[in-house]
């Protein structure tokens, strides 16, 4: 059964933190197709300085280039809210005899049971977590074991994380400091040749 690894998220922009994530998950799974999927509208959060739907496929597109990775238009083509639900199901469809893998973050991980048709992701995919936060991988086991018992199935992994931050990225570009430190290099000059998260685009 070929594994599929899916990592959502707004992507707003793109960074290596998500990137060595993704890496590492992929690592330990196995995987043999890993799909990046950026969101059209997120619907757990609010997104004030959200660049554009095609500018955030755009720099997953240049940020995973050399990984081999995928990256899909689904939840962008759906439009609406995006949820992983509804993205499942469409994968699902497309490869029914593949095994999901969903990677979220360590805060969305926890609040898992809350999300839209909490039940019809718990039948489609592993939801895979690795702490970002001093707590470790402790909030994380513990909550996996509470929604465990609702049927869904899970992965922790601790993985060490990068201190990146989309803000940070966002702050950065807004300042006009050196990305390199924060995205690659091609998601970097996309930034910079776009004006993205300027002052001028967003009014801060």
């Not at 043999?32 to 739907?53: C, F, G, M, N, Q």
């Not at 909490?118 to 909030?139: D, H, M, W």
């Not at 091609?186 to 685009?201: D, F, G, R, T, W």
Request: aromatic share 8%; charged share 20%; proline share 7%.
């Amino acid at each position: 059964m070929p594994k599929v690894v899916i990592f959502g998220g707004t992507f707003n922009p793109i960074h290596n933190g998500h990137l060595h994530l993704v890496r590492r998950f992929a690592q330990t799974i196995g995987a043999d197709r890993v799909v990046l999927i950026p969101t059209k509208i997120p619907p757990h959060k609010s997104a004030p300085h959200l660049a554009s739907a095609e500018d955030r496929l755009q720099m997953c597109r240049l940020a995973v280039q050399k990984d081999g990775f995928e990256v899909s238009p689904v939840e962008i083509e759906r439009g609406g809210l995006s949820y992983t639900s509804d993205t499942l199901l469409t994968l699902k469809r497309e490869h029914p005899d593949a095994e999901l893998f969903f990677i979220t973050g360590e805060d969305m991980f926890l609040t898992l049971e809350e999300w839209h048709e909490p039940e019809t992701i718990y039948s489609l995919a592993t939801v895979c977590a690795a702490p970002r936060s001093k707590r470790g991988c402790t909030a994380l086991n513990e909550y996996a074991e509470k929604v465990g018992r609702m049927g869904a199935k899970t992965m922790i992994c601790n993985i060490n994380y990068l201190p990146i931050s989309s803000t940070m990225v966002r702050n950065a570009a807004r300042k006009h400091e050196d990305l390199s430190g924060f995205v690659p290099p091609p998601v970097a000059n996309y930034i910079y040749q776009h004006h993205l998260y300027s002052e001028e685009q967003h009014g801060f």
